[in-house]
Structures are given as C-alpha cells and as structure tokens.
C-alpha cells in the first residue's frame, strides 16, 4: 500500500469516526440557475472550475426562478451568475474561471474607429483587439476601462467622434 492509499484510508476511517452512525449525510445541493462553475457539498467535498466563457453572464432584467429549501447541510442558489459555492466543513470551491464578452461585429467595428484615437484609449483598443485574436472574446474589465476612456475622450471634444461611437457601442455590450 503506497503513502497516497495510507492517508486516503485514514481520512475515510477519520470521516467515519467524525459521522455519528445513522446520522444523514452531509450535502445536497438546489440551484435554481448558476450560469458558473464548482459547487460542492458534503463531508471535504471539493470543486473547481478553471474553464473559459464567452459570453455574458444571464440575469438583469429577468425574473429570478425560485429558490429551493436547500436539503440538510446543502446550497440552494436563486441565481448566481459566476462560479464557485461550498458548504458543509472541509467543502471548498475554487472558481479559476475566465469569462470573456463575446466579439460582436459591432464591437469589432468599434474597436477599429478606435485606432485614429491617441495614447491610453488606443492602447486599451489594441489590447482588447488582441484578445479577441487569441480568445474569441473580451474581459468585462478592459471593457469596462475601454467604455470609460471612450467616454471621457468623447466628452471632451462633444461626442461625435470615434470614441463616442466607440463608447455607446461598448456601454450597450456591458448593460
């Protein structure tokens, strides 16, 4: 019997000797929506999720589904709209995920009239525009920076310029 089978064996008869006899196991899991990864439940349960979205999360202005009476020891979600849930002692959930917002042709657009502009603004677009090479998407996040630095440039000389195109296109992906 190797080290790794050792302690997996001393952890079962460690669990075993913690759960008194007849009790219900600890766990069980409702979820009513997720739209993320990982959840766990029980007794050192563990989940991770290290996957990639594209997308936008759901939720908004849609009507929440109900919530379900988590069962003993368990989770019950109404809407959660990234990952990662843990309950019960030892349980632990790691969401290592990446979500990405989905290159529309609109976006793409925008990011073009984006290139005449100067310093941090264009910078930013070049970088999303990178990302969308290699990931097929963009971070909420440099959206986000893009959408505010589009808009401040905007501002500045009245709106009808490439980055007030640029800025309405990018805060409508983002809502």
């Known amino acids: 019997m190797g080290a790794s089978d050792e302690a997996e064996r001393t952890d079962r008869e460690r669990d ?3 759960e008194p006899a ?24 563990e989940a991770e999720d290290a996957g990639r979205r594209i997308g936008r999360p759901l939720g908004g202005a849609v ?8 069962v003993a020891g368990g989770i019950s979600i109404g809407r959660m709209t990234g990952g990662a849930a843990a309950s019960g002692p030892g349980a632990k959930a790691t969401d290592r995920s990446e979500r990405f917002i ?6 793409v ?11 941090e603004l264009r910078a930013e677009a070049a970088e999303a525009e990178r990302d969308i090479e290699t990931t097929g998407g963009v971070e909420p996040g440099r959206l986000r920076r893009l959408a505010a630095l589009a808009g401040r440039a905007a501002g500045s000389v009245g709106g009808q310029t490439a ?11 983002l809502s």
């Open 102 to 107: 989905e290159a529309t042709p609109q976006l």
């Open 16 to 18: 075993a000797a913690e």
């Open 63 to 70: 009507t929440p589904p109900p919530v379900v009476p988590p």
């Open 22 to 45: 007849g009790a219900d196991p600890a766990g069980g899991i409702a979820v009513g929506e997720f739209d993320g990864g990982a959840l766990a439940a029980g007794r050192r349960a």
């Open 109 to 119: 657009d925008a990011l073009r009239l984006l290139r005449g502009e100067s310093g």
């Open 163 to 173: 980055a007030g195109v640029a800025s309405g296109v990018i805060t409508g992906m």
